[in-house]
């Protein structure tokens, strides 16, 4: 009692949405687990001055902006300097110049020049005047020899002034160039044209005259150089760029760059992490989508095929994982012998076609990125994704049939075949050199693959069946062996109920295939269905033999308890003998709660009183599944064609339209989910296949009858 009500308790924890979606949590955590080392960036132990043992690539794409930043410095400094042309400065001097001469004159004519106090302030007077035009650099001997000079000489001396600013200051002059121009202008005035000391006068005019008209833009300099910067391509330090060759020595501008793509920071970055999350949570999403297609005959979440998907999926992933590791072993081709197509053929064997479609397709993605390296270019190796996702596809459109242990030996030297065929794709795809040795070895590998899938696929299903209960097709294969105990003891106990669990058999196994149901199953579970009446074998018809019947010789009430404990016999036998539960339910349903009308209407026959009807029914359960439903047609069907004298194709239809009618109207398919449209088919196909056993043959003439031709 103990175990029967922790076995409640654990089927209603499980039932729990809580439980379900923890299932669901555990497909995430594993797949995170099994990936979280190919996003963490590897640390390299590498030194200033050292010798690179190896190539060291970027693993990312990035700016360097330390080397950007000098980049634009060099162009800003080398980015030229604006000058300005003003072409109006030439007349600009010379009028300045010119304000010179007519000051002087000016002051001249007001003058007392005999007075030689009047000459300072006559000079002070000019530069008063003088004042707003800034002519700082006239000293006051010019000033005082041109106060001195008549009219005819300051006339001369400012037509030869005039004349040297404008021919001088008609060209560009630099700050640079305007000590060399002065005194190419100074050259201007002859010596011989004027008195020594007026011509210094006009010199110290001319120097104060003629100054730079190609002058510095500041403002257009700015914009220069500020536009130079703007031109400057951002150093970018590529992915997949080889930093530093093997055998190169690691220098300072190496070790910048290393540290610049991340190779040398101690510092985890949160990105990737939420990266993978996001990954890990579309696959997940993925699957749940898939797996909500799990449910109970009661609609309920099937907790137990939940289970074994997480388990084939974790243990799948530790082969991958496993797989990666050995890959540091640098043998090559190495990677290629993981035996994916094992985790194909288990869900498609104990679950169904399409989650092993689309784990195929987790599994390949989730190696993609198990194989491949942060710290390099290849966060995804796409060759082992590829492969991994064609392999396992190949384990699940290559398996056909109902997986005996024949057909998966068969079908893992197919894969081997097949592993080997896309490997050498995607090398011939790679176009690199080709080495027989390496190129035979990873063949090698890809080959031993698919024979690795097979044992493991052989040694896990026992696992499966004893663990979670679950009737694989090996196993109902190993059940549909005639020599097994039980068959045997059919067979030996109770001869013709063998016989006619066999045509039930034909019948279910046929009709199920028609309507989608699994047909080997409903095979399987007729050869045990009537395992009971090996208790009391005489008692049923098929097994007399002439003998003669014991019913007539008791009460219909006791054949009625013989006949209808046959099922429940039945079960109990296959219970000892720890046959699944799914063939127990079998031979408990197979006549449903249906009427033992023989024995009911003798009993009422034999008595005035009422006899219930009830009393003459099997205890059921009725059919709750389309097997059951299809076996009990076929066990009834099965035994009243038997009984027929002379079966014709029309007799045979008339009664298997009237058992059909019968079970139909005595609700015996309620509580199954087999639709009026399937019961159509299943009919069909019972009277093909009856007809087909039943069918005329030509009657031969006996030896006697021969010799009388002969004769004559």
Not at 504 to 509: G, Q, R
Not at 620 to 644: F, Y
Request: aromatic share 8%; proline share 4%; glycine share 6%.
């Amino acid at each position: 009692m103990k175990h029967k009500d922790s076995g409640k308790d654990w089927r209603h924890f499980a039932g729990k949405p809580y439980f379900i979606w923890g299932i669901y949590v555990l497909l995430g955590i594993a797949m995170y687990i099994a990936m979280i080392n190919s996003v963490i960036p590897k640390k390299l132990n590498v030194h200033l001055h050292d010798i690179a043992k190896y190539d060291i690539q970027s693993p990312v794409e990035t700016i360097d902006k330390q080397a950007t930043k000098v980049k634009q410095q060099e162009a800003i400094e080398s980015a030229p300097s604006t000058y300005v042309y003003k072409k109006d400065a030439a007349l600009m001097q010379v009028e300045k110049a010119g304000d010179i001469f007519d000051v002087i004159n000016e002051v001249k004519s007001k003058s007392d020049k005999h007075s030689s106090s009047s000459m300072k302030e006559n000079v002070k007077k000019v530069r008063d005047k003088l004042s707003d035009s800034s002519n700082d650099e006239l000293s006051d001997h010019t000033i005082e020899t041109l106060l001195k000079a008549s009219d005819n000489e300051l006339s001369v001396a400012q037509d030869m002034v005039n004349t040297a600013i404008y021919e001088t200051m008609n060209n560009k002059i630099k700050w640079s160039d305007l000590d060399r121009v002065q005194k190419d202008a100074s050259k201007m005035i002859p010596s011989s044209v004027t008195s020594k000391e007026m011509r210094l006068a006009m010199i110290n005019i001319l120097k104060d005259s003629i100054v730079p008209n190609y002058v510095f833009d500041a403002g257009a300099t700015k914009r220069n150089k500020e536009e130079a910067a703007r031109q400057v391509d951002n150093v970018v330090i590529h992915q997949g760029e080889v930093i530093v060759k093997k055998g190169e020595l690691i220098t300072r501008d190496v070790m910048h760059k290393l540290k610049v793509v991340g190779l040398l920071d101690n510092h985890l970055k949160a990105l990737p992490f939420v990266g993978l999350a996001i990954f890990v949570l579309f696959l997940t999403a993925l699957l749940i989508i898939e797996c909500q297609h799990f449910k109970t005959k009661q609609g309920a979440p099937d907790v137990t095929r939940l289970l074994i998907f997480l388990v084939i999926f974790i243990f799948i992933l530790l082969l991958i994982k496993l797989d990666s590791i050995l890959k540091n072993t640098h043998i090559v081709g190495i990677n290629y012998v993981v035996p994916i197509a094992t985790g194909a053929w288990l869900i498609r064997m104990l679950l169904n076609k399409r989650l092993a479609i689309v784990s195929s397709a987790v599994f390949g993605l989730c190696g993609s990125l198990m194989f491949g390296e942060a710290s390099s270019t290849n966060v995804f190796d796409m060759p082992m994704g590829v492969y991994l996702l064609l392999s396992s596809l190949a384990g699940v459109f290559a398996l056909k049939g109902h997986g005996t242990r024949f057909r998966l030996v068969q079908t893992g030297f197919i894969i081997s075949i097949i592993n080997v065929v896309i490997v050498a794709g995607l090398i011939f795809i790679q176009n690199g050199t080709l080495h027989l040795y390496e190129t035979s070895l990873t063949l090698g590998f890809a080959f031993l693959s698919g024979l690795l899938s097979t044992v493991l696929t052989f040694g896990l299903m026992p696992f499966f069946e004893a663990t979670f209960g679950i009737l694989s097709p090996i196993k109902l294969i190993e059940l549909s062996n005639p020599n097994h105990p039980l068959l045997r003891k059919i067979l030996m106990e109770a001869p013709g109920t063998y016989h006619h669990s066999v045509m039930v058999a034909n019948l279910a196994e046929r009709a199920c295939d028609v309507i989608g149901a699994n047909g080997l199953f409903a095979r399987v579970a007729a050869y045990y269905h009537d395992i009971g009446k090996t208790k009391r074998p005489r008692f049923f018809v098929e097994n007399q033999f002439n003998h003669d019947n014991p019913h007539d010789k008791i009460s219909p009430q006791l054949s009625r308890t013989i006949i209808i404990s046959h099922p429940y016999d039945g079960a109990d036998i296959l219970r000892k003998h720890h046959m699944p539960k799914e063939i127990i339910e079998i031979a408990e349903q197979h006549h449903g709660t249906t009427l033992l009308k023989y024995f009911y209407y003798k009993a009422k026959e034999n008595t005035d009183q009422e006899v219930l009807e009830s009393e003459f029914r099997y205890p059921g359960p009725k059919a709750q599944t389309k097997e059951a439903a299809v076996i009990e047609l076929a066990d009834s069907i099965e035994a009243a064609v038997r009984s027929m004298a002379k079966p014709t194709p029309m007799k045979i239809e008339s009664l298997v339209q009237k058992i059909f009618n019968e079970r139909l109207e005595d609700g015996q398919f309620d509580e199954c989910d087999i639709t009026l449209n399937e019961l159509r088919m299943v009919k069909e196909s019972i009277c093909e296949t009856l007809n087909g056993v039943f069918h005329s043959r030509i009657e031969y003439p006996d030896e006697s009858d021969h010799k009388k031709v002969n004769n004559k």
